[in-house]
């Protein structure tokens, strides 16, 4: 089961919280195993062999011991007697130890009451008392994952670490914050909702809402996704808990009191409505040793009832309709409507008939040859599939949504017509037996594939089911569900068929819901919330007013307090390993191209990658590749035509993908490697079919079909669009570092507005021919031998067999081997601007900021103390400033990416205040007293990066696809281990101080402040590069 798609969680930046694929890719509660192992397979501890249920252990009673040999684990399940709190352990061979506290929380208004306490809760505690400890602990701990997220009926706290020590220092924080929480008045007033004047220093200046959770929920809503799948949910199970928005309406928001949110911790945080998970190889009994200490010793069990009943069913379908803005960045303003149909289907807790169902679903919507595509999506009435469509088992009763998004007011008939005529086909001819085997093999694989946060992915996938009290072990047996549902089907021909007349043919609580754009939307939206806002301050009293200013100034001197944080546990530098692991690759050559082979425990998987060469595409094709990589598997190859394409991929493979790669050398920011990558994986078994179906794009790529061309570009652009209000923080960083050299010039044209842009003038042409002559142009220069370079991860039993193949796939290729792929030198930097200022002005409520200034290359020896200092100041200074002061979602530094550091700013209420903060860097940098301690744990944080797991299908990637070596990250790593105060102050004044070369980029409202100021280029959606014609 996949991350629900209602989920808010505290931090950005490593949050699991992504904006979702249309078509959720998933089979059933641990059925969607496309996240499977993480490390090296080896049969379960042989320690659990000794327990078994009704064994006593450490307070707890074992319910269930189970062994999952195709996910190489065993699970224990366990009660603990005095509380009735649950537990599951996952004992597995994998060093990356994973845990999480889970409480269902069910809210009976939109107040948005878990998912704000979710936020206070780490704000302080008992054994804590320091401002938000969370936030301290990400740069004091070598995680691998930090967060906590609000579901629409849970709130889970979770961590990853690989680090005994730190393991046990972030598990004392999470449950002391879980259980023994401040929640703090002030804290509430900071992440919640607050009065407060604009100026907070002022009286006289008016009187607004503030509050962290308060605008990131306005952004939340600023997406019209965002908009319909809360519409579908409310209105498709409206009796209880899931009739309201559990992240908070910010309309909402506004009526929750502090009171109101205490109590409802004391009824929801309470070990007897917590289920406890641990995952990896420490022992059980040490997790449950911690747990019974520091939280449930001091429990007793608390009858209250929490559960989430069954949705009571329709004796007829419903209907609604529902408002959103208009996006002036889709390419057809009189296509923005979208409807969808969706159907309640059954218990989450039955995980037999929510299995088969979520395969039907997939049979269904996933794919090409789905019954779906061909009626909804060829029919060519929309931009793509509704944002909710397909099955969906993070609610109690688990349904299934289908339908399209970018179509004709006038087309919503229509589109329905064809919905139900679909199903009634489907019932009729059920689904060919080669797409079921197709999905049957893709299970197969997902359950091999290997990924390196596995613990975290169970944890997610299980805890829907086990959170209404389903056996969580029973959604670990993949074989054994797939085993029964192979028998069902061998026993009866129609066994699908039948679902698909029971379930949705013969179901009457079936919901159609339709959203259409309203040109006055967002000013209605502000009306609304500034009426509600003088309702309430037309109330204050004279007293009232006096004590929120007063409140305002007693949080503003909080947020800028000196703490002492020895409380807090921590990692110290020397915890640190002086040496960096090693990844032995070897290099060989087959058929003249240099292939990388690099033999890994990938547990009968073969991962295949290879970079073909693009620096010689001519400039004017250059903004199609990502064009040409988006539909260069969709289109046909040889002799099948894209259906029968879609269906050997499915198939044989884990699917074939092209993605462009501009990466600047580790030595030279002026050498680029301009390439498109193309990334594969299969069973080892099916390793013939997976080059053969390379084989048939390289030498007979199908371009020819403009319809299904066009159908593509029009997708492609929906969901680009779509994709700002999520991540509109990259778009902003990545348009602000465009003006710093070509290279980010490039990357700008290839992946930022600047593409989003030119797809949709493409899409407005009525000149498809043209576009198709571009890509066909773009393959017969990067589709050939004469630049490539592959690699190869595999177990070594396979590397030969491997070997073979790939040298008859080389063999058959087009062109001669020349050289591989490699950095060279990119056209002059002399019509860079040395500073820009750029504004999209978008209708959002939020604003998106990015700013960008050059630095150096990776292996400069000022590149360490500037990625310290990036950590630095999103650490001690941009946090505060943007996330707790301004009132931001998120807010910081990053100086990972060689060559730039940027700041961004996400779902911020301001902009330009944001921007004066970002420029004021150098100033704090110069002016602070920060101390050794602090850099240290700005070096912590960017370990946990350089030191977090790697699957073995990716290890070797960053020799392959960068020229980074072991040996170059291990002066990297030498270098950061001895940064230094006056290191980061010298930098800063060399880099940040005035900078000669700089971008600001900000995405969100119109701004009369910015639009008066001639400085700043307003909407800004010219491209970065000449546009080809299409006459």
């Known amino acids: 089961m996949a991350t629900p798609r209602l989920l808010y969680s505290t931090v950005l930046a490593r949050s699991l919280h992504s904006c979702r694929s249309k078509v959720s890719q998933k089979w059933n509660c641990m059925h969607r195993i496309k996240y499977s192992t993480a490390v090296a397979v080896e049969p379960p501890l042989d320690s659990y062999a000794s327990l078994s249920a009704g064994n006593k252990i450490r307070g707890y009673t074992i319910l269930k011991v189970v062994p999952v040999s195709e996910l190489n684990l065993v699970s224990v399940l366990l009660s603990h007697d005095e509380t009735n709190a649950k537990h599951l352990h996952i004992a597995r061979n994998d060093k990356n130890n994973a845990f999480g506290v889970s409480f269902r929380t069910t809210p009976m208004d939109d107040t948005g009451v878990p998912h704000i306490l979710e936020h206070i809760a780490l704000c302080g505690s008992t054994k804590y008392p320091v401002r938000d400890p969370f936030f301290k602990m990400i740069n004091r701990s070598l995680s691998t994952f930090m967060n906590a997220m609000t579901a629409s009926d849970w709130t889970l706290y979770p961590f990853s670490s690989q680090n005994k020590k730190d393991f046990t220092n972030l598990m004392s924080v999470y449950l002391d914050a879980a259980f023994n929480p401040l929640l703090q008045e002030r804290d509430f007033r900071q992440e919640g909702w607050r009065l407060e004047h604009k100026d907070h220093n002022d009286p006289s200046s008016p009187i607004i809402y503030k509050g962290v959770v308060f605008n990131e929920m306005k952004g939340v809503f600023s997406s019209q996704h965002a908009i319909f799948q809360e519409a579908v949910q409310n209105n498709l199970l409206p009796s209880h808990t899931y009739g309201v928005c559990s992240g908070g309406l910010p309309l909402a928001i506004p009526d929750l009191t502090w009171q109101a949110l205490r109590e409802f911790h004391s009824n929801h945080y309470h070990p007897s409505n917590s289920r406890f998970i641990t995952y990896g190889d420490q022992p059980l009994e040490d997790h449950l040793d911690i747990i019974e200490n520091s939280v449930l010793k001091h429990y007793n069990k608390l009858e209250q009832d929490t559960s989430v009943p069954l949705q009571p069913r329709w004796a007829e379908p419903r209907r609604v309709k529902v408002s959103c803005r208009h996006n002036e960045m889709l390419p057809d303003s009189s296509k923005q409507t979208t409807v969808a149909v969706s159907y309640l289907l059954t218990d989450v807790t039955d995980v037999y008939e929510s299995s088969v169902l979520s395969l039907i679903s997939s049979l269904l919507v996933n794919s090409e040859t789905a019954p779906f595509y061909h009626s909804l999506i060829e029919s060519n009435l929309g931009s793509g599939f509704a944002p909710v469509c397909g099955y969906e088992n993070s609610t109690r009763d688990t349904w299934f949504s289908v339908g399209l998004e970018g179509i004709a007011e006038d087309s919503v008939e229509q589109v329905l017509n064809i919905i139900d005529e679909t199903f009634k086909k489907v019932a009729n001819e059920g689904f060919p037996q080669e797409r079921v085997d197709a999905l049957l093999s893709q299970i197969e694989l997902s359950t091999k594939h290997q990924t390196s946060n596995f613990g975290l992915s169970l944890m997610m996938s299980l805890n829907t089911m086990w ?528 900078p000669t070369v700089q971008g600001i980029s900000l995405i969100g409202p119109e701004n009369e402040e910015i639009t008066a100021d001639s400085e700043w280029t307003i909407s800004g959606r010219e491209p970065c590069c000449q546009l080809p014609s299409l006459s």
């Open 467 to 994: 959170n209404h009290d389903a056996d969580p072990t029973v959604g670990l047996q993949v074989n054994e569900i797939i085993s029964r549902f192979k028998k069902e089907m061998a026993a009866n021909p129609q066994y699908l068929q039948e679902y698909v007349k029971k379930y949705f043919i013969e179901n009457t609580h079936k919901l159609t819901v339709e959203m259409s754009p309203d040109e006055h939307y967002e000013e209605k939206q502000q009306e609304l919330e500034a009426a509600k806002l003088k309702s309430m301050v037309d109330r204050l009293t004279a007293a009232d007013r006096e004590e929120i200013f007063t409140q305002g100034k007693v949080l503003a001197k909080a947020q800028m307090e000196e703490e002492d944080l020895s409380c807090l546990p921590t990692i110290l530098k020397t915890d640190l390993d002086t040496v960096g692991v090693k990844t032995r690759v070897d290099t060989t050559t087959l058929d003249g191209v240099e292939v990388q082979l690099c033999e890994q425990p990938t547990n009968e998987v073969v991962y295949f990658n290879l970079l073909t060469d693009m620096a010689d595409l001519p400039s004017h094709l250059k903004p199609f590749v990502p064009l040409f990589c988006s539909v260069a598997t969709k289109m046909g190859a040889g002799g099948l035509d894209y259906k029968q394409q879609s269906q050997r991929i499915a198939r044989y493979t884990g699917g074939l993908s092209l993605s462009h790669h501009i990466s600047s050398s580790p030595s030279d920011l002026d050498m680029v490697l301009q390439a498109i990558h193309l990334q594969s994986f299969c069973l080892k078994e099916n390793i013939t079919p997976m080059f053969e179906l390379w084989a048939d794009i390289f030498n007979k790529i199908r371009l020819e079909d403009v319809g299904r061309l066009s159908m593509l570009l029009k997708m492609s652009v929906a969901d680009l669009v779509n994709s700002v209000s999520h991540s509109g923080h990259q778009y902003a960083m990545r348009h602000s570092a465009s003006n710093l050299s070509e290279a980010n010039r490039l990357k700008e044209v290839l992946s930022g507005v600047t593409q989003i842009s030119f797809l949709k003038t493409l899409s407005e042409n009525d000149n498809q021919d043209r576009i198709a002559s571009y890509l066909k142009d773009i393959a017969q220069h990067v589709l050939n031998k004469n630049s490539l370079k592959c690699s190869i991860n595999a177990e070594s039993s396979a590397i030969d067999q491997v070997s073979s193949q790939l040298h008859s796939f080389l063999g058959s290729l087009s062109g001669a081997a020349e050289c591989p792929p490699t950095h060279t030198q990119l056209s002059s930097t002399e019509n860079l601007k040395p500073k820009s200022k750029t504004h999209f002005s978008m209708d959002f409520s939020v604003n998106y900021a990015g700013m960008s200034v050059p630095t150096v290359e990776y292996l400069h020896e000022d590149f360490a103390p500037l990625r310290a200092m990036a950590s630095l100041l999103r650490n001690k200074f941009l946090h505060r400033e943007i996330r707790e002061k301004g009132g931001a979602y998120g807010g910081g530094a990053t100086g990972d990416a060689a060559g730039q550091m940027s700041f961004y700013s996400y779902r911020d209420p301001n902009s330009l205040k944001t921007v004066e903060t970002m420029c004021s860097s150098a100033d704090w940098i110069s002016s602070s007293n920060f101390t050794q301690q602090d850099v240290d744990e700005a070096i912590l944080t960017i370990f946990q990066k350089i030191d977090s797991p790697v699957a073995p299908g990716a290890r070797g990637q960053g020799l392959f696809l960068s020229g980074v070596t072991d040996d170059m990250k291990q002066l990297h790593r030498d270098r950061l281990l001895s940064v230094d105060v006056q290191q980061i102050k010298s930098v800063s004044e060399r880099y940040l101080k005035e």
